[in-house]
């Protein structure tokens, strides 16, 4: 049976919304991840805080390729992931959720593809629709079945980091159409996508991005912003449970059928 995992982002390091949760480790050809398992009513589903539950991974150095792997392993076939991120795009406030649809890749070292041409050899995925578009349907649904706005489209840029980014950056990304800017979609996004795995981003607005107010961003001020605003992550993720179905059918599952599929 394909389960749901979620991937919880900075702020997010437990899923509160499970019963039962107990921790395992999996073993994966790019290392060892730790993860839970709990219950969302007769549901088990996976949770995988991605800085570590006492946020000890910075972006650029989170195992991505490791980490969605073992969600493969463990029989994943959606993951809903959070992010939290800064705004470039006046209509979108902090506190508010965002959908992400598209994204801007700025990343420099990461270790992005499964297919590096060695043993799974070359695939050059489609990214049209980055995010799965069946599982923003339902979130968005969930969105209104709990009354929680969110905004229904955004362009997320994806920044190495660890830095912020400088306002001379921030107004570039503008004129590229970003709306949002974060430090771990990509390439979180591409590798689910390359492991034929479901995938959709709920952002959350914790500050407008450098330069646009005038007052220096701290990690503090973004976790505070996180904490605040938990619930309505919250809210979704628990309506997602109830609402989203796994096992149904999709076209993120044979994103790579032209190159062989993806196997284990
Ligand atoms: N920039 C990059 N990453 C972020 C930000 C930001 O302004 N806010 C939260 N994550």
Redesign the pocket.
């Known amino acids: 049976m394909k389960r749901l995992a979620f991937i919880g982002g900075?702020g997010v390091y437990d899923p509160g919304i499970l019963s039962g949760i107990y921790s395992e480790f999996i073993e994966t050809p790019f290392g060892t991840v730790p993860y839970e398992v709990g219950k969302f009513g007769t549901k088990e589903v996976i949770f995988m805080a991605r800085h570590g539950v006492h946020h000890t991974i910075p972006p650029h150095k989170i195992n991505y390729k490791a980490n969605i792997y073992a969600l493969k392993m463990l029989n994943v076939g959606s993951i809903v992931s959070t992010?939290?991120?800064?705004s470039l795009n006046p209509e979108y406030k902090p506190g508010e959720l965002v959908l992400v649809d598209q994204f801007i890749d700025m990343t420099k070292s990461r270790d992005h593809t499964f297919f590096d041409g060695e043993f799974r050899g070359v695939a050059h995925v489609d990214m049209t629709h980055p995010y799965c578009e069946q599982m923003r349907s339902a979130v968005l649904k969930a969105g209104e079945e709990k009354n929680v706005k969110i905004h229904k489209s955004g362009t997320y840029i994806c920044?190495e980091?660890p830095r912020?980014?400088t306002p001379a950056e921030i107004k570039a990304f503008r004129l590229w159409g970003a709306d949002v800017?974060?430090?771990t979609n990509v390439p979180e996004c591409q590798l689910a996508r390359e492991a034929e795995i479901c995938y959709c981003t709920i952002s959350m607005v914790?500050?407008f991005?450098?330069g646009m107010i005038d007052t220096p961003?701290t990690h503090h001020d973004?976790l505070d912003c996180m904490n605040k605003n938990i619930e309505s992550f919250q809210k979704i993720t628990a309506e997602i449970c109830e609402i989203f179905d796994p096992e149904k059918d999709c076209s993120c599952h044979h994103a790579v059928k032209d190159f062989g599929g993806f196997h284990l």
């Open positions: 900075t992010t939290a991120v800064g920044t980091g912020y980014e800017v974060g430090m914790t500050n991005a450098a961003l973004v």
